[in-house]
């Protein structure tokens, strides 16, 4: 892996908050429940912090400033007057102060400022293979040139040295006076983190191998962790020498194809299937995971007097790491990710990129604060009813509604929720809330929104009858191939398959397939209500309906036409959702069929001759058939196999048809001849003669 940082874009995705109840008919009032912290995970908070529990409370202090000329944060210092230093694209060193805003501080060419540690009046920084001294006024000074194609990390190594984690070669460096000497060469292809470990010496962590590496002040280095991840993204170690490392399990690194001038460019999708753990790691290697991220991606750790501190993406937050696998979530920012991290007293700085906003947490509790609720999605067409919380004090809700997976112009604006919490927003697809708190007392520990889906019609989008007595059918439904076992009303029993197939030639059916015919349907319902079936026939082209199936959970039905007279009939095909809606909120739809024929009189064979003639056989005759046309004649020699037998003029395509056809291959002797007619509904008749023929000449 070449350690190229890969910085997703968050989207505000339409992600519920956990639905507690399974899938419900749109009958039912259904619910979007948010009592728990991973309900949050896609929330957007300012002043508004998220418990480990899932509880809703006021959280510290913040502020933004936005650095319109920057995409990406890559480093963030504190420096030594309280003014903070950001590290971005295009060799820029950006610093912002209290009283002077934002304002460029020094250019290191024309790479990524991909670490910053603060050093006396001024930084120290590494970009593009190299690293400077900057003073307090923005002058620069080259210190050293590493060799290597990036600095990742800066860490002091006493008397002016620095530590430097290098890439695309996985090597720590100590530059000092002008020089850079190798201290630790690894296999992983980048080090993409370094950190102090308060003794004067390192710790630092691989982007390939997922090691924490730890290089004593004396040199002597040693694995300190192996992780089952790929990466250890970020390194923080607290006063008692413990050390925290964020391990990644997909690398926040893209390919080495971005142009070596440059250096790491950022990409603009976000890592999807990722997962990031945070280790504590005690200073004599023993480890354990101390914290799962609900983000795929941990840019930064930090530690302060009120703990631990990580910075997430895809989604960008802010958490407080309170407890072994709890923590609780302090910013949640609009931006896409928080990549850079500080923390200084009281305060907690985070950098966030695409677009950089440098945010401010504390000193001291806010006043007010604002969560706003994931895009929750009905699935469908929805009208919203009533949002109930759970907590203390009288926090204010509101709510907006659209049918766009995102929040844009389309969608309503934010209406109050009433007193009796009624939603006033419109009816669509997808709904958010927003909670404001205004008071230290407040806090809401759950907060539920009831929606129901009017109910629509269900569709009949395809019916087809199959030829009479075949359980297959030309089209494009999806064939049933498991068998069908079905009782007649007679109380026959029959077991059949559809398979899909196209026409062939009609041959005689059996005794037990006459009359039967095959119809099959597909039908849905947009609220996904079960659906049950009624079957009805009518005689064209104005019979009355009459029903032969109800009830039905199935989308195949065999029907026996032999009670039937012969003539053109329509099926008709009606769902209803009744089973998944209240009482008198049914809807039913129907379908009717193209016209189709029942034929359950056989044709007959009405002549039939034997004769001999200039020394063989002739065999003349004619077929007919009252309701359609004869389809296929066949011929039979003393019982043998039936053979096609041409009709006069070679089609078998009218209801009338003759024949007559030499014999010159029967063997002298008598003979039985048997001559069938099937019909295009597959009824047959069969005629025989007999027939001496005589002996060769």
Request: proline share 6%; net charge neutral.
């Amino acid at each position: 892996m070449s350690g190229l940082p890969l910085l997703g874009v968050a989207a505000l995705l339409a992600a519920a908050c956990a639905l507690r109840a399974g899938r419900a008919g749109a009958a039912e009032t259904q619910w979007w429940t948010s009592r728990t912290a991973a309900d949050h995970t896609r929330s957007q908070a300012e002043g508004v912090v998220v418990d480990p529990d899932g509880v809703l409370r006021l959280g510290p202090l913040t502020a933004s400033f936005p650095a319109e000329s920057l995409v990406v944060a890559w480093s963030l210092a504190v420096l030594k007057d309280g003014s903070i230093a950001v590290g971005g694209e295009r060799g820029r060193v950006m610093r912002w102060s209290e009283s002077g805003g934002w304002r460029l501080w020094a250019r290191l060419g024309s790479g990524q400022v991909l670490a910053l540690a603060a050093h006396g009046d001024g930084a120290v920084a590494g970009t593009g293979g190299a690293v400077f001294a900057i003073s307090a006024r923005g002058d620069t000074t080259r210190l050293a040139t590493t060799g290597e194609r990036y600095v990742w990390g800066l860490a002091p190594a006493g008397e002016g040295a620095w530590y430097a984690a290098t890439g695309t070669r996985g090597r720590l460096l100590k530059v000092s006076r002008g020089r850079s000497e190798v201290v630790l060469d690894t296999e992983e292809g980048n080090l993409v983190s370094l950190a102090p470990d308060g003794r004067g010496g390192v710790l630092a962590g691989g982007d390939s191998r997922g090691r924490l590496y730890h290089v004593a002040r004396s040199g002597a280095a040693r694995t300190l962790l192996d992780a089952a991840e790929d990466e250890i993204r970020a390194i923080a170690v607290d006063g008692e020498g413990t050390a925290w490392a964020a391990a990644l399990s997909v690398s926040a690194a893209a390919s080495e194809e971005s142009d070596a001038a440059e250096g790491p460019q950022p990409a603009r999708a976000p890592v999807t299937g990722g997962r990031s753990v945070v280790y504590r790691v005690t200073p004599e290697g023993a480890s354990r995971v101390w914290w799962s991220s609900p983000q795929p991606l941990v840019f930064a750790l930090a530690t302060g007097p009120r703990g631990l501190v990580a910075a997430t993406g895809n989604r960008a937050g802010v958490h407080r790491i309170e407890r072994a696998l709890g923590s609780t979530l302090l910013l949640a920012p609009p931006q896409g990710q928080v990549t850079a991290l500080a923390a200084a007293g009281e305060r907690v700085w985070a950098a966030t990129s695409n677009p950089v906003v440098l945010w401010r947490l504390g000193p001291g509790p806010a006043r007010e604060g604002t969560l706003i609720s994931p895009v929750l999605d009905a699935g469908r067409f929805a009208r919203f009813g009533r949002l109930r919380s759970e907590g203390r004090g009288t926090p204010g809700f509101a709510t907006r509604s659209g049918n766009g997976d995102a929040p844009d112009t389309t969608w309503s604006r934010w209406q109050a929720v009433a007193a009796d919490g009624a939603i006033a927003s419109p009816p669509g697809r997808f709904l958010q809330w927003r909670v404001r708190l205004d008071g230290r007392d407040e806090a809401v520990s759950e907060v539920a929104v009831s929606r129901r889906e009017p109910n629509l019609p269900p569709h009949v989008e395809e019916l087809s009858v199959a030829p009479q007595g075949q359980g297959f059918r030309e089209g494009e439904l999806s064939p049933r191939t498991e068998a069908v076992t079905q009782t007649l009303p007679g109380g026959q029993k029959v077991e059949y398959s559809a398979t899909i197939t196209r026409a062939r030639g009609v041959s005689e059916l059996p005794l037990w397939a006459r009359g039967l015919r095959t119809l099959q349907w597909r039908a849905s319902d947009p609220n996904g209500d079960p659906l049950r079936a009624r079957v009805l026939v009518r005689a064209e082209p104005e019979g009355d309906w009459i029903e032969i199936g109800k009830d039905l959970d199935a989308t195949l039905l065999t029907w026996n036409t032999n009670t039937l007279p012969d003539g053109r009939y329509r099926l008709k095909v009606e769902v209803s959702d009744r089973e998944g809606n209240a009482v008198g909120e049914e809807l039913t739809g129907e379908m009717a069929s193209e016209p189709f024929r029942v034929d359950n009189t056989p044709p007959a064979v009405t002549a039939l001759e034997a004769s001999v003639e200039a020394g063989r056989v002739v065999l003349s005759g004619a077929a007919a058939d009252r309701e359609g046309w004869i389809q296929r004649l066949d011929l039979s020699v003393d019982d043998g196999p039936w053979r096609l037998l041409s009709p006069d003029g070679g089609f078998a395509d009218a209801p009338r048809l003759t024949f007559r056809v030499p014999l010159a291959d029967l063997a002298a002797g008598p003979h039985l001849l048997s001559v069938r007619a099937v019909d295009a509904a597959g009824n047959a008749a069969t005629r025989a003669v007999h027939v001496t023929a005589p002996r060769a000449r």
